[in-house]
């Protein structure tokens, strides 16, 4: 008797080109949308700026966003890293919170101080002077919206892992054998039978190191378990893609080599059958 148990998803590699589209999309959308950021905190910060009196130029400006994106760019992988491991079910709602609460003020310290450290260099590198303020002062005016931009990158991070996960093909069921054994029943994977013999009203079904005896006939078992075993005796069958060396006698009878080492005796009459 065979039965198909559920299977789960072998990982990430291997998976349809559904994945990788998933993925460009992503990309492209995340490109997207920090272009159009840093449009709309460019022009929001001119107008500011103007409204209160003090004019910046478009270069100026420039510099401070594109510096500021290039410190959460720097910070991605760290809140993907987060994200993959703070996040339900790994963790209750609550720790989650939590955690992703306490992650926001290590995260906007270094992109803060980063982001301060990239402004001096390209400032003198201009042969101007930038000026940040006081250090505590800074820190607690950017946190304030450093925090909102890092729940944004991790609700993107926590929507690309789900939607990618949905993505995987689900894994074909696997096929096996259920060979009761007094009160056991072993659900014995097909792939991993080596051979098959007949053993009086029951075969013998090896499987790995074992040898279990299963109620049934050779022929039904052959013909539930399909192409993928070939019979080279009248009362033995073997999984094809176990052989690993044939060899064939004057007579026309052959030795039947397996992968694990063991060695079958075939019927001439079923040599052609092995191809």
Partial sequence: MTERSAGTNGGECGTSGARRRRLVVLVLGFIAFAGLQLFVNASTSLADFANAGHPQTVLHVAIWELTSMTLWIALLPVIGWIVARARPPRLAWPWAIAAHAAATVPLSIAHVLGMIALRIAVYRAMGEEYGFGGIGERLLYEYRKDAATYVLLAAFFAFAIWWLSRAEPAKAPEEVVLVPDGNVTHHVPVDAIDWAASAGNYV???????????????????????????????????????????????????????????????SRRYRDGLG
């Fill in 204 to 266: 013998e079904i090896a499987w790995g190191q074992r040898v279990l005896l299963h109620r049934s006939t050779l022929a039904a078992l052959a013909e539930t378990l399909g192409g993928r075993f070939v019979r080279i005796h009248r009362g033995r069958i073997v999984r094809r893609a176990a052989i690993q060396r044939i060899e064939t006698d004057r007579s026309g009878d052959f030795t039947v080599t397996l992968a694990g080492g063991t060695v079958l005796r075939g």
